[in-house]
Structures are given as structure tokens and as C-alpha cells.
């Protein structure tokens, strides 16, 4: 027999599940724990420390502490920069074990993992490295006979709340930006997927950061999460997530009136005028939609597509979807795996039976797979119409609804009518209706020609209620700065 070259991937051992609070793990104080699912079995992964207000209270010290009096509050800015780097280093060396770890406790395609996330942890991690010495201040001339300058210095203690969905990267797009400037760090990462932030949380140790500067504390939204947001010792939350539980942050960190940075949820409109490369434009309307099962805060979920190629375009993204690759995330040609969790799936199930029920043509799944695990056919939605929840609501999951339009001004409206603005694409090879709409659309971030472009340095965040303050990029910085002014009497 001929020696097949494919690589196979396999499930890695857990080798973390405590809380790490300044530089040791421990088990949370009330001895609770939770489990970690595996999306594919159903079945429990890990046991993972739960942490409460207890728990937090003592990270927040440890940050607290970290930020005032321990070497981080005096150590060179580009120290702090070659550490960020080692960290990047550490990631690189554990790549295997990190990404199929993420693919274990998320259910994301391993191909994915390996192609995607972690790439874009390391890149992350590095460009705010080389942040680091670079974050400074302007001098200002004042009127009389005064010196005036500003410094922008380290926010303090920043509690960094994520999602589920890109477990790692979220980790990467928090912690980057707050380390480069000096702050210090108590996450939570989300109770669905706390696995690889723990493992990260060894390697921060073994990077030699110092004790206290990096927090992590796994646990439940309404418990671990919000003994947080309403923590006195933590000056700033930065949140991805749902919109709705951002409402429930902003009024509890109202308290304590701390700095508020938030990435939440989308329905970005996914434009095709007539004249585009209609291939390209199909294999960025899949991509834009189904990439990580469709959990993507940015995904292209309402896709309009003018009316003089609608029925052509349907008929070949029909085919393009439900020729995906739904299975084993563990095998190297798995397109799509589980969705995360019980909640997300009957969620999308219910999304599509009213997409159904409201008279939208389902053209191809429409239906979990039998047996164990949370998987959910690739779905497409024609006759979809503006008022129809599966065109209004963010679903998260692998379902896409089409809408077709007649022209610029109709489709500028129509994809502007929502209170979201995350994203948005238009797909044409006329280079003026291109400008138009990328003008036009209220929306954080424009693709054209192209979908899910992502890159450390290009800033993200959401118009309307997407979000506030934007992530990656020189812009994140701000995030985690406050500006001092000083001024000097010359007389
Ligand atoms: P979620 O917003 O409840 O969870 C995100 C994080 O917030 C988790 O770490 C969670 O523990 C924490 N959290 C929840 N309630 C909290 C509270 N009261 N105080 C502090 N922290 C809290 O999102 P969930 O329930 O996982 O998903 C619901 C929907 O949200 C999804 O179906 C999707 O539509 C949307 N979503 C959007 C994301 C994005 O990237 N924009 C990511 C995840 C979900
Ligand atoms: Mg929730």
C-alpha cells in the first residue's frame, strides 16, 4: 500500500483547567467547577474551575497590584514589547497542540484553526509587540510662556470579556493592544470555550511576564462576568458579544462609570451588482456566510443581489453550499463542523423554521444532521423579504437569506435599515459604484470585492449598535490609554 501524505489531527490532552491569579492556578474558592462540551459527542471535555465574585475579586487585587507596584508598572516599554513577542514565539512552538485544541472544545474545522485562527494570533500578537515603544505623546503650543505636552499612559486594570467564536483570536485581539501599553489583564473567557486561554494563560507564565499583569478567571456571564463589569479596582471592560448583553454591561459598569469598548453583533449586508465576477462574488457570499459555521459577528447575512442575475446566481451558490464539506472537524477536508453549543443550535433551528413558516424558499438544508453532535445543514433562504426575521435578526449560524434589488439607491437604503453596521461588502468592477456604496453604507468596515479581509493593523469595530471603539490597528491603542496633559510654567 501506498503511503498517504495527509496529516491527521487528533484530539490533544487538556492540560489546564484552573484559574490563573497572579502567576499560580488555583481552584476557584467556592470548589465549583463547570464543563466544557464537546460539540461533536455532546460529551464533557474537561472539568473547568468556575469562577464567581470571589475569584474575581482576587484577580482584580492581583492586577490591581500588578499595575501599581510590581516590575510591569516600571519596566521599559520595549521590554514589554519582547516579551509580547515571546508570547508570539511560544504560540508559534505549541501551534499544533493550540490549534487542535481550539477545533476540540469549539468544533471549528481543523483546517480552519490551522489556516486562520492561529496565524492570526501570532500576527496579532506581534504587531502590537512592536506597538509597545512606540506610544507616545505630542508637544502643544500653548499661548504665554509655558511648556505643554501630552503622554498617553496605560488605562490600569482591564477586565476583557469574550465570546466563543474565535476563542484564541478574541484572547489575542484583547490582550495585544492592553499589554503594549502597560495595562494589566483579568479576563474571562466565555464558559463554551475556555480551554485554549487557559493554555495560553502556561505560556504566558513560561514567557516570564510578571506575576499579576495577565488574569484569568473562567466562569458564567452573570456570575464570573458581571462581579467584573460592576468591580470597583477594574477601570475599564472591553466586551465582544451579544448586543444585548452589552445593554446589560454599559448599565452595570454605570456604577463605577468605567471606560467601555464593545464589539458585538451584525447583519452585514453582502452586495452583488450585475456586473461583477459572479464566481468570485459566489465564493465570497459562501465564505462571507459559512466560514465558522456562519458564527461570525461580521458575517455577510443579508446577500442582495441585483435582479438581472438573481435566478443565476442563486441556482450556482445553491450548488457551491450544499456541496460543503459537514463532519469531523478533525479531517483535514471538513469545510464545516458543529455549531458550539445546544443553545446556539436550537437557536438557528428556530431561525430557520420561521424563515420557513414566513414563506422564504429554503433551496437547499434546512435541517440539523441526525445522530450526536450540533449540526446544522448549510442553508439557503431565496424570496426573502426585509421584514422577515431571518433578514433582521443576527442568527449566527449557517443560514443565508437572499434578497434581490433593482438599484444603487433602493439597495443602499434597504442595507442601511437596521441598527446594525458592523460590516458590509459590494461586489462590482466598476470602480464609481464601488466609492458610492462604500460611502453610502453605515458600516464599520467595507469590503470590496472581497470578503472577511482581516489584519492586525486594519482597525475593526462596529457603526450603530455594533459596537464602540474600534479593535486592531494603531486605533485599538486608544482603547487602553487615557491622555495626560502637562504643562510648565517657563517664567
Ligand atoms: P453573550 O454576549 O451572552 O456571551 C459573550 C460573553 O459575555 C461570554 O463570555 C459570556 O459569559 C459573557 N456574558 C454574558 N452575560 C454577561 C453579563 N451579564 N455580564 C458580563 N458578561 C456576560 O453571547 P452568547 O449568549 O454566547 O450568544 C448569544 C448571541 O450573541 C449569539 O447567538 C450571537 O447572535 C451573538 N454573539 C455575537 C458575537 C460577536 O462576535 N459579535 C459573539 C458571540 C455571540
Ligand atoms: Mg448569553
Not at 513560561?206 to 479596582?233: C, K, M, Q, S
Not at 458610492?436 to 453605515?442: C, E, L, N
Request: glycine share 10%.
Amino acid at each position: 500500500m501506498a503511503v498517504t501524505d495527509t496529516k491527521t489531527f487528533t484530539a490533544p490532552k487538556v492540560k489546564q483547567t484552573k484559574i490563573l491569579i497572579n502567576g499560580e492556578w488555583r481552584d476557584s474558592v467556592s470548589g465549583k467547577t463547570f464543563p466544557t462540551i464537546n460539540p461533536v459527542t455532546e460529551e464533557v471535555i474537561a472539568e473547568v474551575a468556575e469562577g464567581d465574585k470571589a475569584d474575581i475579586d482576587l484577580a482584580v487585587k492581583a492586577a490591581r497590584n500588578a499595575f501599581e507596584n510590581g516590575p510591569w508598572a516600571t519596566m521599559d516599554a520595549r521590554d514589554r514589547g519582547q516579551l509580547l513577542h515571546r508570547l508570539a514565539d511560544l504560540v508559534e512552538e505549541n501551534f499544533d497542540e493550540l490549534s487542535a485544541l481550539e477545533t476540540l472544545d469549539n468544533g471549528k474545522p481543523i483546517s480552519d484553526s490551522r489556516a486562520a485562527d492561529l496565524p492570526l494570533v501570532i500576527d496579532c500578537l506581534r504587531y502590537y509587540a512592536g506597538w509597545a515603544d512606540k506610544i507616545h505623546g505630542q508637544t502643544i503650543p500653548v499661548r504665554g510662556n509655558y511648556f505643554t505636552y501630552t503622554k498617553r499612559e496605560p488605562t490600569g486594570v482591564c477586565g476583557q470579556i469574550i465570546p466563543w467564536n474565535f476563542p484564541l483570536l478574541m484572547v489575542a485581539w484583547k490582550w495585544g493592544p492592553a499589554l503594549a501599553t502597560g495595562c494589566t489583564i483579568v479576563m474571562k473567557p466565555a464558559e463554551q470555550t475556555p480551554l485554549t486561554c487557559l493554555r495560553l494563560g502556561e505560556l504566558v507564565i513560561e514567557a516570564g511576564f510578571p506575576e499579576g499583569v495577565i488574569n484569568i478567571v473562567p466562569g458564567y456571564g452573570p456570575t464570573a462576568g458581571d462581579a467584573l463589569v460592576r468591580h470597583p479596582g477594574v477601570d475599564k471592560i472591553a466586551f465582544t458579544g451579544d448586543s444585548n448583553t452589552a445593554k446589560i454591561i454599559m448599565s452595570a459598569a454605570s456604577q463605577t462609570l468605567k471606560r467601555l469598548t464593545f464589539e458585538l453583533g451584525g447583519k452585514s449586508p453582502n452586495v452583488v451588482f450585475a456586473d461583477a465576477d459572479l464566481d468570485a462574488a459566489i465564493a465570497g457570499a459562501e465564505f462571507g456566510l459559512f466560514f465558522n459555521q456562519g458564527q461570525c459577528c461580521c458575517a455577510g447575512s443579508r446577500l442582495f443581489v441585483e435582479e438581472s442575475v438573481h435566478e443565476q446566481f442563486v441556482e450556482k451558490l445553491v450548488q457551491q453550499a450544499s456541496s460543503r464539506k459537514l463532519g469531523d472537524p478533525f479531517l483535514a477536508e471538513t469545510t464545516q463542523g458543529p455549531q458550539v453549543d445546544k443553545a446556539q443550535y436550537d437557536k438557528i433551528l428556530s431561525y430557520i423554521e420561521k424563515g420557513k413558516q414566513g414563506g422564504a424558499a429554503c433551496l437547499t438544508g434546512g435541517e440539523p444532521l441526525e445522530g450526536k453532535g450540533y449540526f446544522i445543514e448549510p442553508t439557503v433562504f431565496a424570496n426573502v423579504t426585509d421584514d422577515m426575521e431571518i433578514a433582521t435578526d443576527e442568527i449566527f449560524g449557517p443560514v443565508l437569506s437572499v434578497l434581490s434589488f433593482k438599484d444603487m439607491d433602493e439597495v443602499i437604503r434597504r442595507a442601511n435599515d437596521t441598527n446594525f453596521g458592523l460590516a458590509a461588502a459590494v461586489w462590482t468592477k466598476d470602480v464609481n459604484k464601488a466609492h458610492i456604496f462604500a460611502s453610502a453604507v453605515r458600516a464599520g468596515t467595507v469590503w470590496v470585492n472581497c470578503y472577511d479581509v482581516f489584519d492586525a493593523a486594519a482597525p475593526f469595530g462596529g457603526f450603530k449598535q455594533s459596537g464602540m471603539g474600534r479593535e486592531l490597528g494603531e486605533a485599538a491603542l486608544a482603547n487602553y490609554t487615557d491622555l495626560k496633559t502637562v504643562t510648565m510654567n517657563l517664567g
